[in-house]
């Protein structure tokens, strides 16, 4: 059986009164209606369709393009609502269904919501949760300081938004750091700010300053995060030796570098002991 939720690249194997019927090379076929029959074909060729099940409940082919795939996140529109659930436009003639355990407070038509599109394994039915933190995942992490990814906003928190990061974690966007309006949905480009060590992310929509702007700075950070405790014994006191074997920085720079990470809220500063790592 072809998998449900995705797209698949299919051979026509032959035309029929109801539609084309496609195959692939291990021999699985699909119905391809004839409201999405191609003007142009011939046996043989190949079509790039989605396929979901029908009002029937039986596999389907389709060349519309859905608004969110299985394993995917979307923002959707809720359409219609029954005692059995919630059902969303997600671009498609049957409306993806969210059964009512699965939506984080109810869902009313003409609103919208983030979504997440999975695979129902007791009913081999494609069906979306508002409960999208259950679809994340934090334990084993797919990303490092400063990486370039992907965001999509879930909701507003007192320190921020909390984000879907590439569509497999969970981060945070602080506000202060926020200088457009975002609301539930919005897809960002962002950048890995920092990695806590319960793995607890923090993220940014521009680059860290000591990252972009101040080489110096960045050095300072590699050279705290190669210490086993984040800890270096460096201060304004320290004799300009001591800093330049540590960090090969001149005093000054290294007085720069520190206050450019302190502003970034990437280090704490002891007068008198040291710079620390922000916990």
């Known amino acids: 059986m072809l998998d449900l939720g995705v797209k698949h690249t299919l051979t026509i194997d032959r035309d029929t009164p109801p539609g084309l019927f496609l195959k692939n090379e291990a021999g699985d076929e699909v119905l391809l209606p004839n409201k999405y029959k191609p003007s142009h074909f011939e046996i043989g060729d190949e079509l790039e369709v989605f396929v979901y099940l029908d ?46 355990m699965e939506q984080a407070y109810k869902m009313l038509k003409g609103e919208q919501y983030l979504i997440f599109c999975y695979l129902d394994e007791q009913t081999n039915r494609l069906v979306a949760s508002s409960r999208v933190n259950k679809f994340v995942d934090n334990s084993i992490l797919t990303v490092e ?11 507003p928190t007192e320190m921020g938004y909390n984000v879907i990061i590439n569509e497999i974690h969970i981060g945070l966007l602080y506000k202060d750091e926020v200088f457009q309006d975002l609301k539930t949905g ?3 480009k962002g ?19 000591y990252r972009g702007i101040e080489p110096n700075a960045q050095k300072v950070m590699e050279v705290l995060e190669a210490t086993e405790d984040g800890f270096l014994p460096l201060h304004d006191k320290s004799k300009p030796e001591l800093i330049y074997d540590t ?3 001149s005093k000054k720079a290294f007085k720069k570098a520190i206050g450019t990470l302190y502003k ?12 620390f790592l922000t916990k």
């Not at 393009?65 to 219609?80: G, I, N, Q, S, W």
């Open 191 to 209: 950048i890995i700010k920092k990695i806590r060590p319960d793995n607890k992310i923090d993220v940014s929509l521009q680059r860290p300053g």
């Open 247 to 249: 960090v090969h920085l």
């Open 186 to 188: 919005d897809r960002l």
């Open 55 to 100: 009002f029937d409940e039986r596999p389907v082919a389709t060349s519309l393009e859905p608004k969110v795939m299985l394993d995917e996140f979307a923002y959707l529109t809720c359409v219609d609502s029954n005692d059995f659930g919630a059902f969303l436009d997600w671009g498609l003639e049957k409306h993806l269904f969210v059964p009512h």
């Open 145 to 155: 300081h400063f990486d370039d990814v992907d965001l999509i906003v879930t909701n």
């Open 264 to 275: 970034e809220r990437q280090i704490t500063i002891e007068n008198g002991v040291g710079i």
